[in-house]
């Protein structure tokens, strides 16, 4: 039997691991009784029916794959740069302060976009840039780090 | 009249010029960001919530209520010109919506909603105050068991009435659940599922989830395929409906205001879920169906009402009871615990000012939205013109830094983006985020209720079937799950939804 790799196969799969997941490190936590539960208890409970419903999607789906389609692209580039820019931000924010952490979250996630000319780019940046010091620096007096010194 | 009293006590909040001017800054805000496509309540709120933190809580609550109705009115705004639903909620309005603006009728279209919108919301509005205290005194006496089931089937309601199976939207919502685990034990102290990482000792902060989950992953789905926007705005000249317009509109705006205030009031259901209903209600109830599709004014009347009123009764629940019958209202009661305040039943009774003065400041927001809505219609057309490589930066910035100033804490964007990606992966595989979101929720609420009635039943299961409200709770949620089990009704389900 040869099976299709549809969008409720992957549910399944990726609902089916965390739920095993689940079990598995709901383990190291006491169980305790049904009368008086540990930390262990109700994570187990979740994962072991997470588990259950990731099997009845992976079965059924096998059994009958014209119920879903596959996945026909993945937007990586927009992916990547954004969650790139984000994570860079993160890193950032707090050692080199906000002016630099905004300016490197516009410009990496001006990569995950393909539009736009490079005079527009540096309008973005000084934009974005006033607008996060204006509103939250000095509208709001959210006492943010502003500059990398 | 106690309720006359109580209302008095409302209006008296919610006109001081302060609460006005945040009721105002909110329906304005909610408009803005409704008309904006790929731009939602709920991100708006989550990261909006960190500027509340310095109101008093009526302005913070008023001004946060306001974003969230007034998105509900934008969105027939971009559904209507545009074909683009500014909010999923508006995906029906499309339909006929956006077929009457290609026909030159696109002000009656959007007067018709509006004026449905303003009746539904109103409505709606009474019904909060109507419902909210009596609800709030049987809700007093509930203990855990009661509480467990009921949020047991907010969560089975939200799994069953999403797109695609129950078993996925079950699976969607145990996924929340599980994620919600990490953090300590409220119980016994131990950190669970933190992976010994200092910046999940508290767990998952609920605006890191939202804005991973709603604004990252909507952002790289938006950037993967060119949006075409075909704006219909020289179209836009006589507002004023024919008076057989009204005729044939009255009639589902009412049916709309009570599918969508029924559906409202049960946690779980959404506004999508209404405005679905009531459009498959029309247009089994015209005697020509098939006018619909191709610009029927029922078909913008009916759903765009429904939406509306089940985005005021949501606020039942969450008020009366505490339990945020979606993750737009679970913002709500995050900003209500941030200003020291705990949800619940006794929030009425301790803080009247609060609940009779955000009941007031809907009918004023509500009228606020008509004015703003249809003379300035051009000045909201002109923002869809605003080009998404402008917004999405914007949406970036604003993100970070709201999720950032929640607790000071850089780990938390990094968790974010970490949601960004799950959230996308979702959105591939169809996998309905709101349940998810409602689960996350719950969840915690679930376990420590569940924990606590089994402590309090010696470990006997019985207790949530002798109390005869829990049981009534949960034999809803049954009934819901063999209704969805049954082919016929699923088939009906994926139908209404489809056509959107």
Redesign the interface.
Known sequence: MKIHITKDFLSGALFGAIGLGTIVLGQSYDMGTAGNMGPGYFPVILGTIMTLIGLTMVVRSSLHPETSESVTSWEIRPLVFTLVAVFTFSLLIESRGLIVAVVALVLISRLAGREGSMRELAIMVLAMTLIAVGIFVYGLNIPLKLRPW | MELIQHLSLGFGVALSPMNLAYCFAGVLLGTFIGVLPGVGPLVTIAVLL??TF?LPPEGAMIMLAGIYYGAAYGGSTTAILVNLPGESSSAVTCIDGYQMARQGRAGPALAIAAIGSVIAGCIGTLLIAFVGPPLGAVALKFGAAEYFSLMFMALICSSALVRG?L??G??MA??G??FG?AGT?V??G?D??TFGMDGLAEGFDFVVVAAGLFA?SE???N??VSLKREVLTGRVTNLMPTREDLKASWKPILRGTGIGSILGVLPGTGQTIASFASYALERKLAKDPSRFGKGAIEGVAGPESANNAAAQTHFIPTLTLGIPSSATMALLLGALMIHGITPGPQVMTSHPELFWGLVASMWIGNVMLVILNLPLVGLWVAFLKV????L???I??FS??GI??VNMS?????F??FF??LG??FL????EPAPFILGFLL?PMI?EN??RA??Q?????EVFVSSPLSAVFLAIALGLVILMVVPLVRKQKDQAIAEG
């Open positions: 960190p500027l310095g199976s078993v996925k079950m699976g145990f996924c659940a599980i685990l034990d119980n016994s131990i669970r599922f990252f952002i790289v789905v950037l993967g080009p998404y490589r402008w999405y930066p914007l970036l910035v970070c830094i950032y100033t850089a780990s938390d964007i990094a974010a983006a960004g990606l996308y992966v591939k595989l169809d996998c969840g376990e569940f924990r089994m402590l039943s010696h470990g006997n299961l």
